[in-house]
């Protein structure tokens, strides 16, 4: 199964796609976490990206396409992947067919802007194997350490309230188009990112399993 999932900053992505892979196992490809990763071990590519991030803005087209070439020619996404956070722009989407991925499903969570600064603020990533946490929505039992792997919890850098405004507006300006270029394909799959997580991971599996 390939899918990609589509949805403003904090819609749910990386959330649904911990809980799909494991479901379908298959690898989750997620280029905001490869490119925080590289920042956080000082790469060359994390040096020359990390200004760009920590405004909220779109790392190049040429730099996010290599990144996807790289990762998806690794033997893990041979039975299939998710994409969360890619393509985010017209051109990605195009490099995506030009590579000749075929995409089964587009799915699309739904939030309104509203909702995403209260999500994104308190919002706590493990240190180490970046599972996904809310404060208040889905919190740890263990406070701040990680339920899964015990590491510390964190706050990400691009988290303030200006970079999540900033971000937002990218996403509208830049990214929603997706939704129609998808669309147009018979791709495109929607889902209420309102919900209770487990709610519209529900919706997503009987949607793809149709
Ligand atoms: P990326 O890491 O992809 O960030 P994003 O798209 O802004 O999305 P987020 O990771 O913030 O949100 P999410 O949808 O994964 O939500 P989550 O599940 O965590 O990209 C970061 C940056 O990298 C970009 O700004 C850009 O600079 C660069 N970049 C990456 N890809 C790029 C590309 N292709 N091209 C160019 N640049 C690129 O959930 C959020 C919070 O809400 C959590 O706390 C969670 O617990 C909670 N939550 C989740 N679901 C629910 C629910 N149903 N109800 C209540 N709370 C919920
Ligand atoms: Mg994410």
């Known amino acids: 199964m390939k899918l990609i999932l589509l949805g403003a900053p904090g819609a749910g992505k990386g959330t649904q796609a911990e809980i799909l892979c494991e479901k379908y196992n298959i690898t989750t490809v997620?280029?905001?976490?490869?490119?925080?990763?590289?920042?956080?071990?000082?790469?060359?590519?994390?040096?020359?990206?990390?200004?760009?991030?920590?405004k909220g803005q779109l790392v190049s087209d040429d730099i996010v396409i290599e990144i996807i070439k790289e990762r998806l020619s690794k033997d893990d996404c041979k039975n299939g992947f998710i994409l969360d956070g890619f393509p985010r722009t017209i051109a990605q989407a195009k490099a995506l067919d030009t590579l000749g991925v075929e995409i089964d499903s587009v799915v699309?969570?739904?939030?309104?802007?509203?909702?995403?600064?209260?999500?994104?603020?308190?919002?706590?990533?493990?240190?180490?194997?970046?599972?996904?946490?809310?404060?208040?929505?889905?919190?740890?039992?263990?406070g701040d350490i990680c339920d899964k792997c015990g590491a510390k919890l964190i706050m990400r850098k691009d988290d303030e309230p200006e970079t999540i405004a900033n971000r937002l507006k990218v996403y509208h300006a830049e990214t929603e188009v997706l939704k129609n270029f998808y669309d147009a394909k018979g791709l495109l799959k929607k889902f209420d990112g309102t919900q209770d997580i487990s709610k519209i991971t529900e919706d997503i599996v009987k949607a793809l399993e149709k």
């Not at 976490?33 to 060359?44: H, K, L, P, Q, W």
């Not at 969570?109 to 909702?115: A, G």
């Not at 990533?125 to 740890?140: D, F, I, K, L, W």
């Open 30 to 54: 997620s280029t905001g976490a490869i490119i925080r990763e590289s920042i956080n071990s000082g790469t060359d590519l994390g040096n020359k990206v990390k200004a760009i991030i920590e």
């Open 108 to 142: 699309s969570i739904e939030v309104e802007d509203e909702s995403i600064i209260e999500r994104l603020s308190g919002r706590r990533e493990c240190s180490s194997c970046r599972a996904t946490y809310h404060v208040v929505n889905n919190p740890s039992a263990k």
